[in-house]
């Protein structure tokens, strides 16, 4: 069985950096899709950024603005997901998701349904 672990998470001021990670179980990242998605209370999830590990190539929604940063840790096995000058609209559950049927444009991974497992998620909160 195939899990994922958010960790990183957690309450800053608006302006100050996290790092998220995201940690598999059971299976490896290699060959993967893995993408970052957040949900704010009361709104729908919605896609921050992917990364397809084998190539490192990524791609991100509009609204990360180059705040956002996603990367692979080859060593750790881990994908992280770097927010610089977050802000208070970033407060949400951000999960992380990693898909295997990876034969897709990687922008089509900003659709949930193109993954196959989901972290529980961590929470990241921004006050003003």
């Known amino acids: 069985q195939v899990q994922l672990v958010e960790s990183g998470g957690g309450s800053v001021q608006a302006g100050d950096s996290l790092t998220l990670s995201c940690t598999p179980s059971?299976?490896?990242?290699?060959?993967?899709?893995v993408g970052w998605f957040r949900q704010a209370a009361g709104e729908e999830r919605q896609f921050v950024t992917a990364?397809?590990?084998?190539?490192?190539?990524?791609y991100s929604a509009d609204f990360v603005k180059g705040r956002f940063t996603i990367s692979r840790d080859k060593a750790k096995r881990t994908v992280n997901l770097q927010m610089n000058n977050l802000e208070p609209e970033d407060t949400a559950v951000y999960y992380c998701?990693?898909?295997?049927?990876?034969?897709?444009?990687?922008?089509?991974?900003?659709?949930?349904?193109?993954?196959?497992?989901w972290g529980q998620g961590t929470q990241v909160t921004v006050s003003s």
């Open positions: 998701a990693a898909g295997y049927q990876t034969w897709y444009k990687l922008t089509s991974y900003a659709e949930t349904s193109k993954y196959d497992y």
């Open positions: 059971g299976r490896t990242f290699s060959g993967a899709v």
């Open positions: 990364i397809r590990w084998n190539s490192e190539n990524t």
